[in-house]
């Protein structure tokens, strides 16, 4: 199975202070198609896991453009430009590329 | 809109067998895929298997041997049936949607005796 290692395990920030979250896969996520299927999502406390990110660095409809995703291969990382509240939670990373799907163990974000 | 709610039993006894259902709305299950999803009490997220658009399924090695995915399309409704239940199971159980991008709630399962 790919392992999904995400980095750091937990981040405190400031509101309105920058994030960035990295996530390393044991393989290539590129698939036989050309498509790289990373998607990051965000559990908030209490709730299920929403998915912000598709396809790297595509933003799903409704999310802020304060996040963004980048990457390739097997380097990827998800960025938070300007923390709000309404962001705090565990972050995930997910590879749907390679049989079965994975995910990285989380990074909770904290507010400072 | 498109959602999806599982149901269930909150306690199951050790060596039983977990039903759930996940009930979608918004959406056929015969033009997308269903999969479960399990999370241990505070620790990450582990995919059981899928329910294909077009019946078929794919199940995780590690539970492959107990897992039985299913679905009743009439109903809009997928179902998890998982044997030899053991208190390791206990967690929440989602059901998701195609690519993750809809999530159910998640039903929480307790196996004890």
């Known amino acids: ?112 | 809109q498109v959602q999806l709610k599982e149901s269930g039993p909150g306690l199951v006894q050790p060596s039983q067998t977990l039903s759930l259902t996940c009930t979608v709305s918004g959406f056929s299950l015969t033009s997308y895929s269903v999969h479960w999803v399990r999370q241990h009490s505070g620790k990450s997220l582990e995919w059981m298997g899928r329910m294909w658009s077009d019946g078929d399924t794919s199940y995780n090695s590690a539970f492959t041997s107990r897992l039985s995915i299913s679905r009743d399309t009439s109903k809009s409704q997928v179902f998890l049936k998982m044997n030899s239940l053991q208190t390791e199971d206990t967690g929440t159980y989602y059901c998701a949607r195609k690519n993750f991008d809809y999530w159910g709630q998640g039903v929480m399962v307790t196996v004890s005796s």
């Open chain 1, 1 to 112: 199975d790919v392992v999904m290692t995400q980095t750091p395990v937990s981040l405190s920030v400031a509101i309105g202070q920058p994030a960035s979250i990295s996530c390393k896969s044991s393989q290539s996520l590129v698939g036989t198609s050309g498509k790289t299927y990373l998607n990051w999502l965000l559990q908030r406390p209490g709730q299920s896991p929403k998915r912000l990110i598709y396809l790297v660095s595509k933003l799903d409809s409704g999310i802020p453009d304060r996040f963004s995703g980048s990457g390739s291969e097997t380097d990827f990382t998800l960025k938070i430009s300007r923390v709000e509240a309404d962001d705090l939670g565990v972050y995930y990373c997910l590879q749907g590329t390679h049989f079965p799907n994975t995910f990285g163990a989380g990074t909770k974000l904290e507010l400072k």
